[in-house]
């Protein structure tokens, strides 16, 4: 293996700890579950007492993490990454290093609830049952639908799945991984014939070249994108090209960056094919062994290097580059995800990255293949279990009538969907058209993580009947539903997830369970069971739906399909308590889970070869005024915020929505960084924090998905994306919204931090956690009526409270703060301009108190307190300024060097490619997102 690890660090590095009172008030049940189904990997012993270790699986991202959960004898929390587990070997990124912030109770949906009134649990799921079965009997099964989530665990995604595959007899399920990798399942389906990823992990260690393709891996992968900087470490000789339209930290760590046009990539390695025949350096032997369509596809790439230079907006210089590079390196492996997955030629573009592995034979061996990675953390596990509305379970068909009788004959349903159902945006374009009319959304957001969100909220608004089930009482979503059914989170679930490398993973319970929280597979078995298919739901546990599901898999399988646990078809509580992580396959009477497929060809085609799949570049994009809007993420937060904004050591990196705009874009209309601009088009507008910088291209601006309406006051940027999706996969065009972007014309700016939830009704508002309390950014078009009132009003304090004020009219700043027996109640500035006062310090005030009237009014520090600048490292909570600093003076002169002295980047290390930009550039704060609004 080339490269291998960093020593994982010292444990206490890695923990991060809840206070014991985070959930004590929840009113809720002791755990139901019996000590033994604990993993006690450690007791700490002493009167009586002892800690639990738990072994389970971060819920974020697709690389799939394995954690520690400590829980020590006064109920404290602590996490850290698992040393065993083959997906970190102990790292975890600074989201898996913060679970333990978001874990607790507020805002957490407790009870069940019928049009907002507390209900019991027989209530609530006896209406969802009776009305999806009234609307069924009216309306046909096609009139109900689930919409589901990369969230779930495995065991609730089967659930799903069988009850309105198998029982309601429609494919109206389909899930939110359809807006995160649809296209890659739809481009294996295509090419392998099944949905089948062939590699694994080590294969980016062992690699020679790395191409990553439309993957910003440091921020949205970060632990897998440590391994692979620790292999190139290990071995400089290794090559890393990124393709990507935009300039991230990723593309900073790496040697070549292909600053390529949205939707070039079809072009690209089109071009690359026909490079590769015309150089000698198709594999032909494996092309003829193990493939068909080859002529087809070869015919269809585009032969000319000017014809690709322009498709892609790179130079016939750099394209040479990349194809001699990628035609004379074996070993090479091309990653690829949300950047390739969300287009409108998505599938085409995974078709391309694979046509080129297939010919020249890079697949299924060491170091070499294309690989697709995912999302969330759950994604995998839905395409396992049919989540999506065009797969049966087990990675069955729909279209296969064999396929389906086999699933209806296992199950022993009365009916089976014959037909595929309705993907995500089709399935709310359907409730907004009435055909359907009862619809239960499981574990996701789509008012927020939706394309043309506002159609989707509008859509929920007319439904007849929205049930949700869901860990948070009040979000975009939920606020539409009539019944709301509460879920146990993570911490409290108890079931399996699979990870980007077909690893199967437990997520172990390790929290008392709050409230009356059920397990997702529960509550679906229970709306089974009341609509009459008692004995089919009955299980009892989660192991039965794992063990279920794995019979299912084997089931006249003999190798003739990639999906087969049945090695786990008897599995008992034990073995599936202590189930280890394992790679898929592992079918009954294997002695271990296979790491590669295709070592030796044999797919899942008719004739057992690959298939070329002929790929045409997507015609050029009439020229517009518009920009071109990516979306995306940013480091420490997720999805939309209903985890992260709980933390606020996430919340310190990027505490804002904002817009990345050019600097000539911005010159020409009339726009500095911190400036607030309207980013709008006709589905709706969003108004964020500007940030000018040359890592945009001209004429595209990015916007992060994150952002919604409960922390900020208008930053949905789903609003805006069209519902264009990829014809083949279905899944929407997220990268490629067109909007106009102009100066939002503010009269004035404010800044606050409150010790409650600030009270904040402006145009413009972001909301964040600091330690003991909140920070927020404002702004408005029109000056309040009275200064004085509208700090009172943001700051939550009564006409009795004392204001300490100072005012210069002059300058036009207002500063208020209020302090009871020597407690800072919170503070308030406002200013012509946008706010002043150093954000890193203001974010600690809560925590100080040995304040001065003087520093407070000044917003910033006083005497020797240092201002930190923007927060760089979320662990040990280093600021830009502090970096900026230590290499200016000399002190560091590697990511190392500033690690040893300041500590930034030695724990969960996601902010390096921070800081080597720093120490290689010497940046500024205008070159990077994450310095937004630090003046
Ligand atoms: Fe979680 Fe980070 Fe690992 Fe992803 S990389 S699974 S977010 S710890």
């Not at 819920?59 to 394995?66: D, K, N």
């Not at 920070?775 to 004085?788: G, H, L, M, V």
């Not at 600021?879 to 030695?906: F, P």
Request: charged share 25%; net charge negative; glycine share 10%.
């Amino acid at each position: 293996m080339v490269g291998g690890f960093d020593s994982p660090s010292p444990v206490s590095l890695r923990e991060t700890v809840l206070s014991p009172g985070g959930r004590g008030e929840s009113g809720g049940s002791p755990s139901p579950l019996p000590p033994g189904e604990r993993t006690v990997l450690r007791s700490k012993t002493g009167e009586g007492e002892s800690a639990t270790e738990t072994r389970t699986t971060c819920p974020y991202c697709g690389v799939g993490c394995g954690v520690i959960a400590t829980r020590e004898p006064d109920g404290e929390i602590s996490v850290r990454g698992d040393p065993e587990h083959p997906a970190n070997f102990g790292r975890l990124c600074s989201k898996g290093s913060a679970l333990a912030d978001t874990i607790d109770l507020e805002g957490r949906l407790l009870h069940p609830q019928i049009n907002g009134e507390r209900a019991s649990w027989d209530e609530a799921l006896d209406l969802v049952a009776e009305r999806f079965i009234d609307t069924i009997a009216e309306h046909g099964p096609d009139s109900v639908a689930f919409y589901v989530s990369g969230q779930l665990l495995t065991e609730d995604y089967y659930a799903a799945n069988k009850l309105m595959k198998g029982f309601i007899g429609s494919a109206n399920i389909d899930t939110n991984s359809r807006l995160c990798m649809a296209s890659s399942v739809a481009g294996h389906r295509r090419a392998f014939g099944s949905d089948t990823v062939p590699g694994n992990y080590e294969d980016l260690e062992e690699a020679d070249l790395i191409v990553l393709v439309g993957s910003n891996l440091a921020w949205c992968h970060p632990v897998l994108f440590q391994r692979i900087m620790a292999a190139k470490d290990a071995c400089p000789e290794m090559r890393i090209v990124t393709v990507d339209p935009r300039r991230t930290v990723t593309t900073d760590g790496a040697d070549m960056h292909l600053n390529i046009s949205p939707d070039g990539d079809v072009a690209l390695f089109s071009g690359l094919l026909a490079w590769l025949k015309k150089y000698g350096k198709i594999d032909e032997a494996y092309v003829a062994e193990h493939t068909s369509g080859f002529d087809a596809a070869l015919a269809a790439s585009l032969a000319s290097l000017s014809e690709v230079a322009s498709a892609t907006g790179l130079s016939e210089t750099e394209l040479e580059t990349f194809y001699t590079l990628f035609a004379d390196t074996e070993k090479t492996v091309t990653v690829y995800s949300q950047g390739v997955n969300q287009s409108a030629c998505g599938t085409d573009k995974v078709n391309a990255i694979i046509n080129c592995h297939l010919a020249t034979g890079r697949i299924g061996r060491r170091g070499m293949g294309p690989f697709s990675v995912t999302g969330q953390p759950n994604a995998m596990g839905g395409r396992e279990v049919g989540g999506m509305a065009n797969m049966l379970a087990a990675h069955m068909e729909i279209e296969n009538r064999a396929h389906r009788a086999l699933v209806q004959f296992f199950w022993d349903s009365p009916r089976i969907a014959q037909v595929p159902g309705l993907k995500a945006v089709d399935m709310f374009k359907a409730v907004a058209s009435g055909r359907i009319k009862a619809l239960w959304i499981m574990g996701t957001n789509p008012v927020v993580s939706m394309p043309n969100a506002n159609a989707v909220e509008q859509a929920l608004f007319t439904c007849p009947f929205v049930v949700i089930s869901d860990v948070l009482e009040e979000t975009d979503t939920t606020c539409l539903a009539h019944v709301k059914l509460p879920a146990r989170a993570w911490g409290e679930k108890d079931g399996t997830v699979t990870n980007s490398e077909r690893r199967i993973s437990r997520q172990r319970p390790f929290l008392d369970m709050p409230g009356e929280a059920l397990p997702d597979w529960k509550i679906i078995a229970e709306v089974g069971r009341r609509m009459g298919f008692e004995r089919s739901f009955d299980w009892k546990t989660p192991k039965d739906v794992f063990a279920e599901f794995a019979a299912l898999s084997g089931v006249e399988n003999k190798g003739s399909r990639d999906f087969d646990i049945s090695a786990f078809d008897d599995v008992t509580p034990n073995g599936y308590e202590k189930l280890a992580p394992f790679q898929w396959p592992l079918a009954k009477g294997a002695a271990a889970g296979r790491t590669r497929f295709f070592t030796e060809g044999r797919f899942y085609t008719p004739d057992k070869k690959a298939r070329f799949i002929a790929v045409t570049p997507p015609s050029a994009k009439p020229a517009t005024a518009a920009f071109m809007v990516n979306t995306g993420r940013v480091r420490d937060h997720w999805h939309t915020m209903t985890r992260t904004g709980k933390s606020p050591r996430l919340s310190q990196h990027i505490a804002e929505p904002f817009c990345e705009i050019h600097p000539e874009d911005a010159m020409r209309l009339g726009i500095r960084t911190a400036d607030l601009v309207r980013v709008e088009n006709e589905r709706g507008s969003v108004i964020v924090r500007a940030s000018v910088t040359a890592r945009q291209q001209l004429g595209h601006v990015f916007v992060p998905m994150h952002w919604n309406d409960s922390y900020a006051a208008d930053a949905r940027i789903g609003k805006l994306v069209s519902d264009a999706v990829d014809p083949v996969s279905g899944q929407p065009a997220l990268k490629m919204a067109l909007a106009h972007v102009r100066r939002f014309k503010a009269a004035w700016h404010g800044f606050a931090v409150t010790r409650e939830r600030p009270k904040l009704d402006f145009d413009y508002w972001a909301a964040a956690r600091v330690n003991g309390g909140w920070r927020a950014e404002f702004a408005s078009a029109d000056p309040p009526a009275k200064w004085e009132s509208s700090a009172r009003a943001v700051l939550g304090i009564g006409a009795e409270e004392e204001l300490i004020s100072y005012q210069d009219r002059r300058r036009g700043d207002w500063r208020f703060a209020s302090v009871r027996d020597g407690i800072l109640l919170g503070v308030f500035y406002a200013s012509r301009e946008p706010v002043a006062v150093a954000r890193s310090w203001a974010s600690t005030l809560l925590g100080n108190d040995a304040l001065s009237a003087a520093a407070l009014l000044a917003g910033r520090p006083g005497g020797a307190v240092e201002d930190k600048g923007a927060i760089i490292c979320s662990c040990f909570s280093v600021g830009v300024r502090q970096i900026e600093a230590a290499v200016a003076n000399g002190a560091c002169l590697s990511v190392d060097a500033v690690g040893a002295l300041l500590k930034a980047g030695t724990n969960c290390g996601s902010c390096r490619g921070e800081i080597r930009r720093i120490v290689e550039k010497f940046g500024t704060s205008d070159d990077s997102g994450a310095n937004v609004a630090q003046l």
